[in-house]
């Protein structure tokens, strides 16, 4: 289990797992071939079910010690985890794999999410009543698939909400998550909202194949009079649409009343719940206030009931909050809800920033996972101020893979490290196009790059070529060229330059154009003494005898030094 180490006087973990909270009529027994990392002593242990009972869920296979295909897939999927382990994890609660039944037969590549494996992002899109359609949010849900998310929630609101739910599950390898109490008040006042009008809701999009619902049957009549203090009261659009039914109709949440219903329309298409904080702070001064907590509570025992009739379940969390407070924000959902995978959005750690979000929010699910949580539901920079166009959607996806990997750096998950290592060899190697390769976004990598020097030399415009530490650490060591392996001076490699894409990069900046761009190249010739013509140590201009003598005019004696085994660069290099 992956989380950091708690610091004193935070809740401590739950002392319960999901294997407490089996169906009635349910035993365990010992089993070589069952499920380890649960709370019931050494052995292994299975569930035993009733005669006629026919599992479904994941949930249901890993407590019966069955390791299905997706727990096979994820696996593979990350190779740090063994598929027993994947299966263990989901059978105590603390994993699970949204793999509606529908679409797993169809276009769905199953993935995990849970503290055992890496922290996962998920990216929200949706038409809204007054922006979009069906072929925008297609081309959004390619775009953040592209951008690394791992799952997405439809949460349209407006268009041909049917129709769009219905596109994107079918052309999503992600699992596909909704707020199933949109759709239903589509058409129809929120008040006229029924216990049959729910059901017949959530069993519909069940169908279609969605493979998460968030459903805010946490907030319960008593807690809404615990808002009234706040600055910004309710921001959950689900959560104020039953707040409001509740004062309107003097009843219970029906979403509350409905839960064990739900459960049961959830477990036949293996449906899982990301139960929804409807009372999470929007701001904060509301943050960590007794209606978000109370409503913490009630989620956690909407989790136990949930697993004793065999859903997965996740359980969704803040908001905004500030950065001190938000380990105990974890650390509190892991006791209260037995380890459930705790899935955030964000939280924004400073309010005053609207249009930069992606970044306030980043900084505080970096923590959020670090401290526990499972999976960080990106913000982008239109967080509060309007619909998220394509590039806000790439905004927020990738501010929040740097947030999720450097969590898994930080809590030490095998192998995640080793892009990172690769990336610092090859940047200490001056190899540019490796560099950009491992680069997360190559293309725009080396367009930073090429906007100011578009061709490969042993230093960048950053400090030119005298004042290149690293270029002068690989005369200290022995990297003269460090180049790949096939590398060598008389076998120069010409850059690609500005790319169309590329330049269409750097004119959306705003700052340059193409031809400024090449001005500044030549001005950094130019400062090289160069005049309008390549630098002497342009690795597509110098050949072997030209680079010796631009080494030699710093008077710096060349020597191999023997560390290529440590440095794991090429053991010669013809220029010395
Ligand atoms: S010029 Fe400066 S920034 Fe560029 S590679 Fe060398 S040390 Fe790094």
Redesign the pocket.
């Known amino acids: 289990m992956y989380s950091s180490p708690d610091t004193p006087g935070m809740p401590p973990p739950s002392g319960k797992t999901a294997w407490d909270f089996l169906p009635d009529g349910w035993a365990i027994k010992v089993d070589p071939n069952g499920c380890c990392g649960h709370n019931r002593g050494e052995h292994p242990i299975v569930a035993v079910p009733p005669a006629s009972f026919t599992p479904v869920t994941q949930l249901e296979y890993a407590r019966l010690g069955t390791i299905t295909d997706a727990m096979q897939r994820v696996a593979e999927r990350e190779p740090h985890l063994m598929p027993e382990q994947v299966r263990d994890e989901i059978a105590a609660g603390r994993m699970v794999i949204p793999a509606n039944i529908n679409h797993l037969a169809g276009s769905l590549d199953p993935m995990a999410i849970g503290r055992a494996s890496l922290t996962k992002v998920n990216a929200n899109m949706g038409a809204s009543p007054v922006s979009s359609g069906t072929d925008e949010e297609l081309e959004k849900l390619r775009w953040s698939l592209r951008w690394g998310a791992d799952t997405v929630m439809d949460l349209s609101t407006g268009g041909d909400i049917d129709a769009c739910r219905e596109a994107i599950i079918s052309n999503s390898t992600a699992p596909i998550g909704t707020v199933p109490i949109y759709a239903m008040i589509i058409d129809r006042k929120l008040e006229d909202l029924d216990r049959e009008s729910i059901l017949a809701g959530i069993e519909h999009q069940a169908k279609q194949g969605v493979d998460y619902m968030t459903v805010h049957a946490g907030l319960r009549r008593a807690h809404v009079p615990m808002v009234k203090n706040r600055l910004i009261g309710i921001v959950s659009r689900g959560g104020s649409l039953l707040a409001k039914w509740m004062l309107t109709h003097g009843k219970e949440n029906p979403m509350y009343d409905a839960w064990d219903d739900i459960c049961d329309i959830l477990r036949r298409y293996d449906v899982t719940f990301s139960i929804g904080d409807g009372l999470r702070p929007g701001g904060l001064a509301d943050a960590t206030d007794q209606a978000q907590l109370g409503e913490l509570e009630t989620i956690g025992e909407l989790t136990e009931r949930a697993w004793r009739r065999g859903v997965q379940v996740m359980v969704e969390g803040p908001g905004h909050v500030p950065f001190d407070q938000i380990e105990f924000n974890m650390k509190l959902q892991r006791r209260r809800c037995h380890g459930a995978p705790f899935y955030v959005l964000g939280p924004l750690v400073t309010d005053v920033f609207p249009g930069y979000d992606h970044i306030t929010s980043c900084i505080g699910a970096t923590a959020a996972a670090w401290h526990g949580a499972a999976m960080l539901c990106y913000v982008t920079p239109k967080e509060h101020l309007g619909l998220p166009k394509k590039d806000d959607v790439k905004q927020g996806c990738i501010a929040y893979k740097i947030a999720a990997h450097a969590a898994d750096v930080a809590l030490g998950i095998p192998g995640t490290r080793d892009r990172d290592d690769e990336l610092t060899k090859a ?1 200490a190697a ?1 190899n540019w196009q490796k560099h950009f390769d491992l680069s997360f976004d190559p293309d725009y990598a080396r367009a930073m790059h090429d906007e100011d020097l578009d061709v490969d030399t042993d ?6 070529h005298d ?5 002068i650490s690989k005369e200290i060591q022995e990297f003269t060229s460090g180049k790949d392996g096939a590398f060598a001076w008389d076998k120069p490699s010409i850059s690609a330059a500005l790319s169309d894409e590329q330049r269409a990069m750097l004119e959306q900046r705003g700052v340059l154009d193409p031809a400024e761009i090449h001005r500044l190249a030549a001005k950094t010739r130019r400062s090289l003494g160069e005049g309008e013509e390549r630098a002497a140590c342009h690795s597509e201009v110098a050949d072997a005898a030209a680079a010796r003598d631009v080494q030699g005019e710093n008077g710096v004696e060349l020597v191999q030094l023997g560390t290529h085994e440590i440095s794991g660069v090429p053991d010669h290099d013809p220029v010395i």
């Not at 230093?459 to 030119?464: I, L, Q, R, S, V």
């Open positions: 940047r001056l230093f960048c415009a950053m400090c030119g004042w290149c530490s690293v270029r």
